[in-house]
């Protein structure tokens, strides 16, 4: 039977999905060559030169909710490259869109399952790449997050429409300190495939993620998850980080993550930026010299008793594939029931 796995908050029964993104050391050998681009080599600030902080979160559009009906849908993946998209383009022409997170999710699981009969089994970050490089995505108004059309083929009409909206490439960005600096400096979020333990939970409330504990280590259960990553603070020796479970969580939908989390292989996977055209340059707009606020200082202490990971095993029909064609007949039938 498929398994789902949830970050449970045992003080409130909140289940939130993970597994949404497929771990990368489950590719086949090779599956990887030629998607992105090595970031490194396009680095034009030296270390030395970059600012004490970079915010990209005034250019970001609203935050999204992955699970808005408690549904527990894992397009998390989905959720972190719109974001992306979404702020490229208020960079490049200073307007908000929202872009449509099921079409993006759905061709992501068909590049990824070559069939359209797909369940909400999450998927590897590089077949979101493929799927925006060759279909890009159309606008949330042409197939909108109802999660009745969770595993139905987008209209045609959307798939025209995103034809307008492709990107250009991705930029695979090493899990490094200075890396991953030098990225959000030029400008570019960056999409991280993360492994969260219970104390990830601590979040929710403080937006403060904790580095595992030891009691995390010795239960050994994770789950993966898919963020964006949006600025740094050296005084913080943290990144500013865009979750999709809803501005409820965290700081309006936001976390800070310390640094060595997010710069360890053991918990961070992968990361890649995105870009609308290859000529996108954004220069120094977000950069902060002044870094004075620390948010790591209010930290609290984990309670391991507080959060959980659980795994569920899914009825098979209830993660049943189905890839319809969805037009107004289908639409209420699904969303009717």
Not at 19 to 35: D, F, K, M, Q, T
Not at 68 to 90: D, M, R, V, W
């Amino acid at each position: 039977m498929p398994e789902h796995v949830f970050l449970v908050d045992n003080t409130t029964g909140k289940k939130y999905r993970l597994n949404g993104v497929l771990p990368p050391a489950s590719l086949p050998a090779g599956s990887a060559a030629g998607v992105a681009k090595a970031f490194a080599p396009l680095i034009r600030y030296p270390v030395e030169e970059l600012p004490p902080k970079v915010d990209l979160r005034n250019d970001m559009t609203e935050i999204e909710n992955q699970d808005p009906y408690s549904q527990q849908i894992g397009s998390c993946t989905a959720h972190g490259f719109a974001g992306a998209y979404e702020y490229l383009n208020k960079k490049a022409h200073g307007t908000d869109i929202r872009v449509s997170r099921f079409f993006i999710y759905f061709n992501s699981r068909v590049k990824e399952f070559k069939t359209e009969n797909v369940n909400d089994s999450g998927c590897h970050l590089i077949y979101v790449i493929e799927a925006l490089k060759e279909y890009g995505t159309c606008l949330e108004s042409f197939w909108p997050y109802d999660t009745g059309r969770l595993n139905y083929k987008p209209t045609e009409e959307s798939y025209e429409q995103a034809s307008s909206h492709k990107i250009a490439d991705a930029l695979k960005v090493n899990i490094d300190l200075n890396e991953m600096k030098s990225c959000l400096a030029h400008g570019f979020p960056f999409i991280i495939n993360i492994s969260v333990f219970a104390s990830f939970g601590n979040g929710g409330k403080s937006g403060v993620v904790p580095m595992p504990t030891q009691a995390d280590l010795a239960q050994g259960e994770t789950g993966g998850h898919a963020l964006l990553v949006c600025g740094y603070s050296e005084e913080s020796q943290a990144f500013i980080v865009r979750n999709s479970w809803g501005e409820d969580w965290g700081e309006k939908g936001y976390c800070y993550i310390p640094y060595g989390y997010i710069t360890s292989p053991t918990y961070c996977h992968e990361a890649y930026a995105i870009r609308k055209v290859e000529n996108d340059d954004f220069g120094q707009d977000n950069w902060c010299w002044q870094d004075s606020q620390n948010y790591l200082a209010n930290m609290p202490v984990p309670n391991p008793d507080h959060h959980a990971i659980q795994r569920f095993q899914i009825d098979e029909e209830e993660a049943s594939c189905n890839a319809y064609e969805f037009t107004e007949e289908t639409s209420e039938e699904i969303l009717e029931g």
